[in-house]
């Protein structure tokens, strides 16, 4: 079946950098918008970031706009999240999703086709 394993995650201080990366497998990749979303302690899961098929259009989140960059490999079948001044209120755990029908600009609707399984991100304060 279709899997997306993200990798990257771990423990920061606050201003630095981490990249998240996102393998899929036995998917069309091309066909899919690929998408980061996260989940907080406590909190509901919220959009991230969401790159198009070709990989020219970007859409983020304000929380992290200017702050970090979504980047796909059709080649690779991977897509990868640049982290960088993390805060905090960055910590999460980060998912990948791939969506068949959507935008860059309407993953935010987070009803993705399929989504891997997280890795953390603390950012220690």
């Known amino acids: 079946q279709v899997q997306l394993v993200e990798s990257g995650g771990g423990l920061v201080q606050a201003g630095g950098s981490l990249r998240l990366s996102c393998a899929a497998s036995?998917?069309?990749?091309?066909?899919?918008?690929m998408g980061w979303f996260r989940r907080a302690p406590g909190k509901e899961r919220e959009f991230v970031a969401a790159i198009n098929r070709p990989g020219i259009i970007t859409h983020y989140s304000d929380s992290v706009k200017g702050r970090f960059t979504i980047s796909r490999d059709n080649a690779k079948n991977t897509v990868d999240l640049q982290m960088n001044s993390l805060k905090p209120d960055d910590t999460a755990i980060y998912y990948c999703a791939a969506d068949s029908t959507a935008t860059a600009a309407t993953m935010n609707r987070g009803d993705a086709n399929y989504w891997g399984q997280g890795t953390q991100v603390t950012v220690s304060s």
């Open positions: 036995r998917l069309t990749f091309n066909m899919y918008v």
